[in-house]
Each structure stands twice: as C-alpha cells, then as structure tokens.
C-alpha cells in the first residue's frame, strides 16, 4: 500500500473496544493502555461493559416481576460500581453514573407495562453511555487528555428502532461538524452501537453493532486504520472452540473477511467492513487481552489468495420454503414474494430456487436472540400466493476462499469430505469468494471440523 506523506504524517486511528475489552476495571485498564501506547489513536468507540446489554434487553423487553426487575437492576449497578470503586476518584463520575442507572431503573418499570421498540433502544442506549464515562474517567486518571463525547451528536440514523440504518453523508458532515475539531487536543471516548434519529430519539444499530458505528466513524473522519479489540487475537481458519487445529490468520481480503462476517465468524459484526471497504481503510483485529501476539489485517489486497481459507458456522438458521405450481414458467412470482418481504421489511441471506419453489433463509440484525422469524402478517400475505414451509433447528456452514466458482475439481473435494451428512439449501457459484450450506444444528460443528481437516490442514 502506497501512503503519501501527508496520511503518514496524519494518522488517524479509530480504535473500537468491546464488552470484553472493558468488561471490568482491569479489563478497562488494559484497554487504555493500547490507547495511550499509540499517539495515533485519537478516537475511542466502545461497547457497554460485558453482559450489561443482555440485562438491559431483558428489561426492555418487561419483566413484570418486581423481584426478578430489582435482580437485573442490582446486577447493573454492580458491575458498575465495582469499576467506580477502583477508581482514583470516582466523585467526578459517580453522579452520573448514578443518574444513568436510575434513568434505566424508571424505563424499565415503563417497559414492564408497555414495552416498545422505541423505548428498548433508549434504554439498552445506557450501556455504552455507562461504560464511556468509566472509560474515559480511566485515561483521564492515566493522564490522558481524554473527553467523553456523546456519539448521538453524529452518529445519525434513521428511525428503525432495534436496527437503525446509519446516514453516512449525513454523519460525515456532523462529523466534521463536531469530532474533529476536538482531535486536535483530545482523544476522544464515544459509545458505539447507538445513534440518533432527525427527531434526536435514541437508536440502536443492532446487536454487536459498536463495530460498525467504529467503521462508521473511521470512514467519516477519513481515519487511516479502524481497529478492532476485542477477546481473541484476530481471525482463525475457523472457530478455535470447534477445533483446536484452528490457525489464525495474519491477513485476509476485505472480500474474504467480510463473507466471514457475514455467515458467522462472530468476530465482526457483518456491515463492520462495508464503510471500511468504501473508503478502503485497513482493518486490524486484535486481543486487549494480549496485543503484543498480533492479529488480523483485512485489507484490499493481501499477498496471498488462498483457494480455502476459513470455516464460518452460524446457527439458529430459519429456512422458508415457498412453493407454487403458479411458478411454472411464469414471470413476476419471486419478485411479489420479494415485494412482501420488502413491505415487512424482511432481509433474506441464503437463496435457491427450483422451477416451483425457493427456499430462503432469513437475516438476523436486531435485538431479539434466537432463530428469525417470519411476521404472522407476512406469512398470511405469502399464503395468498404460495404454500409457506418454515423449518428451524439449523446451521450455515459458509467456505470462504478464493476462486471457488472457478477452480476445476474444488466441489469435489469439498462435497466429498461431507459425504456422511445431509446437507441442505446449497449455495455456490454466486461469490467466488465463498461456498455455503444448511446442515441440522446437532451436525454442525462435526461438519466444520471434518471440513477444515480435509481443506485447511
Ligand atoms: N453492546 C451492544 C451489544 O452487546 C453492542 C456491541 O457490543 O457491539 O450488542
Ligand atoms: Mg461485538
């Protein structure tokens, strides 16, 4: 990569830490250290400290029992006040920090009566605006000229509450606006994930979404390098859990890492590379646990394209089967069920069709966990026009290399190492950059694991 003096001399780094990364004071700590160890990191996005989202969901979504509601409350202000409490001089946050929790404490007893979309992004809102003020109050105490700022002044999106999508041009200009002019003196601490609508609502970018509000950020600052800490030291040939003969990976392609983000590796959040890709701003993912053992670079081009190169398995797959005998030579059937599924606002992963029926599995952005599911609404709209078959109690399995469509012999390979498993709704021949498929949940992580044994070691 070619850099011209000028971006050498004006390094920019926007440096994302997550749950993990400021899970507790000594995680915090660590954290702050990466910050000040390089001069160049001038702004600091990070998520709420780790497990906090998951209560405040909870609550948003009501709980009418008072005792479980003041269990969640307490096990919030605990991991909260356990930071404050290790701090040089918590009085300078403490009040703050106190508002914030008896601010969720009164959402949260609204939700338990009527709980909205709207009300769950103000409220697991309080997660990142709790940790940033530890967070920075931690640099300040390790001399840093550290300022918290509130990411909602920028970060504009539109009004879906849960999955809010972000307003790049919009956010580029605010940001120029309001950020950059205090980089001159201050790195800056913001929160990641949230956002703010025209009205000034409070709204979320879905779960895990700090890396894309920090890729976000990097691209409207014109940012040279958009990091990523988080609890393991970059990307593996495939999840380390599933098998121990797993091997990280030193550099990959944007076109490769992002089919990883997107079919699974947890690692990124899927949209994280999209503003990166855009202004083409190096990423590099590493551990806080662990920074002096390296990570991933993704970038444009990297020095080698191999033809297998990772294993991505994600599960709670729902897969919708439509099938109509109206398909039969006819034109305008996939484009009304896609008109219905538009109208619900409903993102589609994986498809396949035959002469009478497609089958499509459904994207999974917002807060909810579990599997996706298809709105009653939508279903009765499709019924109209289809029998609808939902299956759930699956997992995609996703290949990502290089070439896949293109190399004689790769299917081969790859399908011959599968032949004890069932496999179903195959995708290939779209991407080169990768191969993917269903298999039952209960066969998942033994098809990776054969997989990568046959392909990657
Ligand atoms: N705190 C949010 C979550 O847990 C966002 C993030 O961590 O990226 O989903
Ligand atoms: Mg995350």
Redesign the pocket.
């Known amino acids: 990569m070619s850099i011209t003096p000028a971006a050498a001399i004006n390094q920019l780094i926007v440096a994302k830490f997550?749950?993990t990364s400021v899970a507790d004071y000594a995680a915090m700590c660590r954290s702050a250290d990466i910050v000040i160890t390089n001069p160049h990191t001038k702004i600091v996005l990070i998520?709420?400290c780790s497990g906090?989202?998951?209560l405040l969901v909870a609550l948003a979504n009501g709980i009418s029992d008072i005792t479980s509601r003041q269990q969640h409350l307490q096990q919030l202000t605990n991991i909260h006040q356990q930071i404050l409490d290790q701090l040089q001089h918590p009085n300078t946050v403490s009040d703050a920090i106190y508002a914030l929790l008896d601010d969720i404490a009164s959402a949260a007893t609204q939700a338990a009566t009527k709980p909205s979309p709207q009300l769950t992004d103000q409220l697991v809102s309080h997660?990142?605006l709790l940790s940033t003020h530890l967070f920075n109050q931690i640099l300040v105490e390790m001399n840093a000229a550290a300022i918290r700022f509130d990411i909602r002044t920028v970060m504009r999106t539109d009004a879906q509450f849960g999955k809010a999508i972000p307003q790049p041009e919009i956010i580029r200009q605010l940001a120029q606006q309001h950020l950059i002019p205090l980089l001159a003196t201050h790195v800056v601490v913001s929160q990641?994930?949230i956002g703010s609508d025209s009205q000034g609502n409070t709204t979320t970018l879905g779960?895990?979404?700090?890396?894309y509000s920090a890729a976000l950020i990097a691209e409207a600052t014109d940012a040279t390098t958009l990091e990523i800490w988080t609890d393991v030291p970059g990307m593996y040939t495939t999840d380390p859990r599933i098998t121990t003969a797993a091997k990280p990976i030193k550099e990959i392609s944007f076109s490769e890492a992002s089919e990883m983000a997107n079919f699974g590796a947890k690692i990124l959040?899927p949209s994280t590379l999209v503003p990166a890709v855009r202004q083409q701003i190096p990423v590099f993912v590493g551990s806080s646990k662990a920074p002096q053992q390296g990570g991933t670079w993704i970038r444009k081009t990297v020095d080698q394209a191999p033809l297998f190169r990772a294993l991505a398995l994600r599960g709670n797959q729902t897969m919708v089967t439509l099938t109509s005998l109206n398909m039969f030579h006819a034109y305008g059937f996939l484009a009304e069920v896609f008109r219905i599924l538009a109208e619900h606002k409903i993102s589609v992963d994986l498809i396949t069709t035959s002469e009478v029926s497609v089958s499509l599995t459904l994207d999974q952005t917002d807060t909810g966990g579990g599997a996706p599911t298809l709105p009653l609404a939508a279903v009765e709209q499709l019924n109209q026009l289809c029998r609808v078959d939902i299956e759930q109690g699956l997992s995609l399995v996703a290949l990502i290399g290089n070439r896949m469509s293109n190399s004689k012999g790769s299917a081969k390979h790859i399908f011959g190492a599968l032949d004890a498993y069932n496999l179903r709704l195959i995708c290939y021949g779209a991407s080169p950059h990768n191969l993917c498929f269903l298999v039952d949940e209960a066969d998942a992580k033994s098809v990776v694991s054969t997989l990568h044994q046959q392909l990657l070691e």
């Open positions: 997550g749950g998520s709420a906090v989202t998951n997660g990142e990641g994930f779960r895990g979404g700090s890396d959040h």
